[in-house]
Nanobody, 122 residues
């Protein structure tokens, strides 16, 4: 399984950005596709996840970010609106085979993309 994240960039506060994560290989529909992020000097943190059973968001992005999935294309999207400087981080997409597919723990994700940089200027 390989994951390819894209769509990062430099934007201003209040702008929007959409990240994409394309998965290839032996992907099962029950897998959850998630996004995590890591800011400089900070630990990697959960952002959002989507699976057949629904979706889940970190409190810090609820109401601003939306995760979506195109299952036939094995692609997940993260629509990020009202971006803030504190959203600046490297964003990683990941895949979990955990039952139900909704996990906020990075340890539950076996497959990771390479990361895409999102920088929000004030």
């Amino acid at each position: 399984v390989q994951l390819q994240a894209s769509g990062g960039g430099l934007v201003q506060a209040g702008d929007s950005l959409t990240l994409s994560c394309s998965a290839s290989g032996r992907i099962f529909s029950g897998y959850g596709m998630g996004w995590f992020r890591q800011a400089p000097g900070k630990e990697r943190e959960f952002v959002a996840v989507i699976s057949w059973s629904g979706s889940s968001y970190a409190d810090s992005v609820k109401g601003r970010f939306t995760i979506a999935r195109d299952s036939p294309k094995n692609t997940a999207y993260l629509q990020m609106n009202s971006l803030r400087p504190e959203d600046t981080a490297v964003y990683y997409c990941a895949l979990t085979s955990l039952s139900g597919g909704l996990s906020v723990r990075s340890d539950d994700y076996a497959y990771w993309g390479q990361g895409t940089q999102v920088t929000v200027s004030s």
